[in-house]
C-alpha cells in the first residue's frame, strides 16, 4: 500500500478522533484534539493512503529540550505495513529538526506491537511505572537520546 505522511491539519482532526476511538479504550475527543491543533507546541503527523482517507495519526509535545509522544495509532486494516513506524520516523525528524536533545513514551507493559514498533526505532526502556494504565497494568517508561 502506498502512503504518504505530513503534518496534520484541521480537516483531519474528525477521522484522527474516529481512527482514536477505535484504538483505544479511553480515547481523546474530537474537541481534545482541536485543543491539541489549537497548541503551538503540539506537533502532529497523519498518514493518508492514496485515496486521501486518513490510515493513521501521531504525535509529539515539546517540552523544553525534550519532546513527549501523546500517541501513535494506525487504523485496523492498514497495519503492519510500515505506517506505524513512518509516523513515528515523521515524529522524530520533526523533534531533530526543533532541536530536541531527548524523546520520551509511555506504552502499556502488553501492547507488543507498540513495543516492537518503539523498539525498532532505538527506543530504550527506562522501566516501569505501575498501575498506570489501570490496577496491575504498568506503563513501560521509553527514551530516546538524539
Ligand atoms: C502500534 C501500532 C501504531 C503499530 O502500527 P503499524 O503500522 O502496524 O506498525 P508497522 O507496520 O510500522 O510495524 C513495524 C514493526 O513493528 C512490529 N510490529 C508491529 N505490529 C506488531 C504486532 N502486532 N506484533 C508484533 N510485532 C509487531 C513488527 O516488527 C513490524 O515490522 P514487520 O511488519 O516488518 O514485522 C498499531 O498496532 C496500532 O495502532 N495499535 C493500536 C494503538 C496503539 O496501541 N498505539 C500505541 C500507543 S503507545
Not at 482541536?34 to 498518514?47: G, L, N, P
Request: hydrophobic share 40%; glycine share 8%.
Amino acid at each position: 500500500m502506498r502512503f504518504t505522511v505530513s503534518p496534520y491539519g484541521l480537516e483531519d482532526l474528525q477521522h484522527i478522533a474516529e481512527i482514536e476511538k477505535e484504538c483505544f479504550e479511553h480515547p481523546w475527543s474530537y474537541d481534545s484534539f482541536c485543543m491539541e491543533y489549537a497548541d503551538k507546541k503540539k506537533h502532529y503527523f497523519v498518514a493518508k493512503d492514496e485515496s486521501g482517507e486518513v490510515i493513521g495519526y501521531g504525535g509529539f509535545a515539546h517540552v523544553e529540550d525534550e519532546a513527549h509522544i501523546m500517541n501513535i495509532a494506525v487504523t485496523a486494516k492498514a497495519r503492519r505495513m510500515g505506517v506505524g513506524s513512518a509516523i513515528l520516523r515523521a515524529v522524530l525528524d520533526c523533534a531533530e529538526k526543533l532541536g530536541i536533545v531527548a524523546i520520551t513514551l509511555e506504552v502499556d507493559d502488553s501492547n507488543a506491537a507498540a513495543i516492537a514498533v518503539y523498539e525498532k526505532a532505538g527506543f530504550k526502556c527506562a522501566g516501569l511505572r505501575p498501575h498506570y494504565y489501570g490496577w496491575d497494568r504498568p506503563a513501560r517508561i521509553y527514551w530516546l537520546r538524539f
